[in-house]
């Protein structure tokens, strides 16, 4: 079975920033594309970046492009997603999601459709 389990959520400053991890387990990581998203009370989950097999192309929402940076080791099956210059409307869980068997081929998008398998997700909470 696939399982994907995040780790590095916590409580920061406004300014500061965080990195979280995923670890993926059950699937040949190097063959899937990876995203991230987060969901803030109140809100529906909202696609923040994606990245392909290899690392050679990411593409991030809007409202944390120039913040975030998303990469990946294929040789510890781990994508990170680095939040700098974190904002109190980026406080959410954020989820990381392993992309469909079509993204071998192509780069997933925004939808959460465009993902198989989905971890438990971590707290992310920035006070101002």
């Known amino acids: 079975q696939v399982q994907l389990v995040e780790s590095g959520g916590g409580l920061v400053q406004a300014g500061g920033s965080l990195r979280v991890s995923c670890a993926a387990s059950?699937?040949?990581?190097?063959?899937?594309?990876m995203g991230w998203f987060r969901q803030a009370p109140g809100k529906e989950r909202e696609f923040v970046a994606v990245?392909?097999?290899?690392?050679?192309?990411?593409n991030y929402a809007d409202s944390v492009k120039g913040r975030f940076t998303i990469s990946r080791d294929n040789a510890v099956n781990t994508v990170y997603l680095q939040m700098n210059s974190l904002k109190p409307e980026d406080t959410a869980i954020y989820y990381c999601?392993?992309?469909?068997?079509?993204?071998?081929?192509?780069?997933?998008?925004?939808?959460?459709?465009?993902?198989?398998?989905w971890g438990q997700g971590t707290q992310v909470t920035v006070s101002s």
């Open positions: 059950g699937l040949t990581f190097s063959q899937y594309a």
């Open positions: 990245i392909s097999r290899s690392g050679r192309t990411q």
């Open positions: 999601a392993a992309g469909g068997s079509s993204s071998y081929y192509v780069v997933p998008g925004k939808a959460q459709s465009d993902y198989n398998d």
